[in-house]
């Protein structure tokens, strides 16, 4: 059974910082492309980042480029997302996901990141 | 940036209905396109990946279709576990990864 749990999210003041966690099984870590979703408060989906199991490559939406990074942990199966310099308009449920062919074919039930004075 | 608009926004349909949802691309995308569903508080799930290939354990009665800027998920008859969120996702070119602003199947 494929299962990935994010951790980490909770309540911010603008400005401030959040590191995400995304803790996976049941999936080749190793060979799979990672990445984050988010939705925001009555909103879409928004793709936020991506990286490549070697972490040879990161792509990341440009309203976060700059400010966010993603990194994982092999060893441990985990998947991060460091959020810096966060804005109100960060506030939104973040997903992890694995990411195979261009598609997100796993999910996780989401963290939620609330951005306010 | 490819942009997917989908319509309509919102299906008020009843169990046992059929449900077409439509997704346009602001330019040519072959068949790069994915079809999901989310419900409230769950996982968003992949339905159909390059426009027609479903998914593991996605049911018979949901298919995808088409091709260049136009596409179309249809659930053949409506169950109760079927009323959700639906979005499209291509990608080509990426990035970005751009996914359509979603269609919400209510219960009329």
């Known amino acids: 059974e494929v299962r990935l749990e994010e951790s980490g999210g909770g309540l911010v003041q603008p400005g401030g910082s959040l590191r995400l966690s995304c803790a996976t099984s049941g999936i080749n870590f190793n060979n799979y492309w990672m990445g984050w979703v988010r939705q925001a408060p009555g909103k879409g989906l928004e793709w936020v980042a991506n990286m490549h199991h070697d972490g040879s490559q990161r792509y990341y939406v440009d309203s976060v480029r700059g400010r966010f990074t993603i990194s994982r942990d092999n060893a441990q199966n985990s998947l991060f997302l460091q959020m810096n310099s966060l804005r109100v308009e960060d506030t939104a449920i973040y997903y992890c996901?694995?990411?195979?062919?261009?598609?997100?074919?796993?999910w996780g039930q989401g963290t939620l990141v609330a951005v306010s004075s | 940036e490819i942009v997917l608009t989908q319509s309509p926004a919102t299906l008020s349909l009843s169990p046992g209905e059929r449900a077409t949802l439509s997704c346009r691309a602001s330019q040519s995308v072959s068949n790069f396109l994915a079809w999901y569903q989310h419900k409230p508080g769950q996982a968003p799930r992949l339905l159909f990946y390059d426009a027609s290939n479903r998914a593991t354990g996605i049911p018979a009665r949901f298919s995808g279709s088409g091709s260049g800027t136009d596409f179309t998920l249809t659930i053949s008859s409506l169950e109760p576990e079927d009323f959700a969120v639906y979005y499209c996702?291509?990608?080509?070119?990426?990035?970005?990864?751009?996914f359509g602003g979603g269609t919400k199947v209510e219960i009329k």
């Open positions: 996702q291509h990608r080509g070119n990426w990035p970005p990864l751009t």
């Open positions: 996901t694995s990411f195979w062919s261009g598609y997100f074919d796993n």
